[in-house]
C-alpha cells in the first residue's frame, strides 16, 4: 500500500496538489488546492493510488466499485479493474437531489459495494452515492477516496480509507489571511 508521503509525492508529481491563494467552489479560501484532474490525467499516478485503495479494499470484500460522477467514474474503473470487478457510477438525478444508477447498472439485493470518490472534502457527493446503492438494496461495504480534505472530520459509518489525508485550511472571505497579506486570489 502507497503511504502518505508517497501519496502526497504522486500528487506533487502530477502537479495537483498546488500552492497560493484559491477560491474553493465553497467560496471559501484556502492556501492549497488538489487539482484532481491534473492526477487523472496521468495513468501511472491514478493506478498507483488505486491500487492502495484496492489493496485496503480487499478485507472489506468487495463485489462491486461505485463512484459519483464526473471523478468518480476514473476512480472506480480503475479500483474494479485492479480488483477484477465490476466498476459502476452514480449520476445526479434530473428530477431532483441525489444520485441514481442508469444506463443498465444494476446492483443485486445485498451485493457489496465499495464506494470510491477522488477528493473528500464534505462528504456530499459520496452520501448521495451511499443513499443510492441502499435504494435498491445494495450494501456498502465500505468507502475509500485519493484525498480526504477532511482529516478525517466526515464520517459515514462503513469502513474508511484515503491514500491521503490532509487537514486544508479554508477561510471565509472576511477573515482570509492570504488576503490581509495581499496575496493574489486564483478562482478554481
Known amino acids: 500500500m502507497t503511504s ?3 501519496a502526497e ?3 506533487r508529481q502530477a502537479g495537483a496538489l498546488l500552492e497560493g491563494h484559491f477560491e474553493l467552489a465553497s467560496g471559501k479560501h484556502s492556501p492549497l488546492y488538489i487539482e484532481k484532474f491534473r492526477l487523472l490525467e496521468r495513468p501511472p499516478q491514478t493506478e498507483a493510488l488505486c491500487r492502495s485503495i484496492a489493496d485496503w479494499a480487499s478485507h472489506v470484500s468487495p463485489q462491486l466499485v461505485a463512484g459519483p460522477t464526473t471523478g468518480g467514474i476514473i476512480i472506480s ?3 474494479a479493474r485492479l480488483l477484477g470487478l465490476r466498476g459502476i457510477f452514480a449520476e445526479r438525478k434530473e428530477d431532483g437531489p441525489g444520485r441514481s444508477f ?3 447498472f444494476a446492483i443485486a439485493p445485498g451485493e457489496r459495494v465499495l464506494v470510491v470518490d477522488d477528493v473528500l472534502t464534505t462528504g456530499g457527493s459520496v452520501r448521495e452515492v451511499i443513499e443510492a446503492v441502499r435504494g435498491v438494496k445494495g450494501e456498502v461495504a465500505g468507502v ?3 484525498v480526504d480534505r477532511s482529516d478525517g472530520s466526515v464520517e459515514f459509518g462503513v469502513p474508511f480509507f484515503a491514500c491521503l489525508a490532509l487537514d486544508l485550511p479554508a477561510y471565509e472571505p472576511s477573515v482570509c489571511p492570504l488576503c ?9
Open 4 to 6: 502518505s508521503h508517497e
Open 9 to 11: 509525492a504522486l500528487l
Open 77 to 79: 474503473y480503475e479500483v
Open 102 to 104: 442508469g444506463r443498465g
Open 144 to 146: 475509500a477516496v485519493l
Open 180 to 188: 490581509k497579506a495581499g496575496v493574489p486570489l486564483k478562482i478554481t
